[in-house]
């Protein structure tokens, strides 16, 4: 008997340690009260470059974007961006983002940054990818923020004029 207390005291410590450290995982449950900002914004891109790292390998590129934009309509902060990821496009039909950085800057140089992946598909001249960018942390007023970003890009990629747009919508948790 006294075997089977010491194992479901130590079966509920490690019950209490697990849900300690999930909630550790989901800011809002460590820090109730931490102000936020709602994203609803687009950037538009000013510059892309593509590589194509290896000659062999046709289906990779790496992508270099630079726009403007704003993350909220609301406020008068217009960002500039500048985002880079590698595109594998696995199949005919479908394209996988991976190894992304970005950096939104505001007209104060304030920032946040993250890292990013996504997925989507192309055929018949179109692009159409879904990304979630990850705040790992900013400067100035963005100290200490963290969230998650989503950004869909829609493209005719067959028409040189056409825009590279993204659209984000998301939440930045601000450090108190």
């Known amino acids: 008997m006294k075997n089977f207390k010491k194992s479901g005291a130590i079966l509920i410590m490690a019950g209490i340690m697990i849900c300690t450290l999930s909630c550790r995982e989901d800011p809002e449950l460590l820090l ?13 891109a000013d510059h892309v470059s593509f590589f194509i790292n290896d000659r062999d390998a046709e289906n990779i590129e790496e992508s270099f974007i630079n726009g403007h934009g704003y993350l909220n309509p609301t406020t008068a902060s217009k960002i500039s961006s500048e985002l880079s990821h590698v595109t594998y496009y696995e199949t005919e039909s479908s394209v996988q983002i991976e190894c992304g950085q970005f950096t939104f800057s505001d007209e ?8 990013y992946c996504g997925c989507g598909d192309y055929g018949d001249g179109n692009v159409c990818v879904d990304m979630v960018l990850n705040i790992t942390g ?8 963290n969230g998650s970003i989503s950004a869909t890009v829609n493209r005719d990629v067959d028409d040189v004029n056409s825009d590279h747009i993204l659209d984000l919508k998301g939440v930045i948790l601000l450090a108190k």
């Open 108 to 115: 104060n140089g304030d920032s946040i940054f993250g890292d």
């Open 138 to 145: 900013g400067s100035g007023k963005y100290r200490g923020a």
């Open 32 to 44: 109730p009260n931490r102000p936020q900002f709602n994203v609803d914004g687009q950037i538009l």
